[in-house]
């Protein structure tokens, strides 16, 4: 199970930390990604990180301000988003794609 939380409204330029506590699997040994779903758009991939901590950034519209990370002790991982955009408002899922697993879903609006 994974369960996502962190999101809300934030004003342009502002930050938020998103958490993804996993729990029903061995969290350390499997890669996490974040994903999100924008109004009326496709769902993208926004970060990954391997079981070993090596890290993947996907769109070039977030790279430099969003960072992914993990934390095994707490089968957690995060995804810290900085100067946000109102570009960047989507609903964020966590997914183990090894296993296919995916959370609810976060949202986060930024206001312009």
């Known amino acids: 199970r994974l369960v996502e939380s962190g999101g809300g409204l934030v004003q342009f330029g502002g930050s938020l930390r998103l958490s993804c506590a996993a729990s029903?699997?061995?969290?350390?040994?499997?890669?996490i990604a974040w994903h999100r779903q924008g109004p009326g758009k496709e769902r993208e991939r926004v970060a990954v990180i391997t079981s070993v901590g090596g890290i993947t950034t996907d769109p070039d519209s977030v790279k430099g301000r969003f960072t992914i990370s993990r934390d095994n002790a707490k089968n957690t991982a995060f995804l810290q988003m900085n100067s946000l955009k109102p570009e960047d408002t989507a609903v964020y899922y966590c997914?183990?794609?090894?296993?296919?697993?995916w959370g609810q879903g976060t949202q986060v609006t930024v206001s312009s």
């Open positions: 997914n183990v794609p090894q296993l296919g697993y």
């Open positions: 029903g699997f061995s969290f350390s040994s499997y890669t």
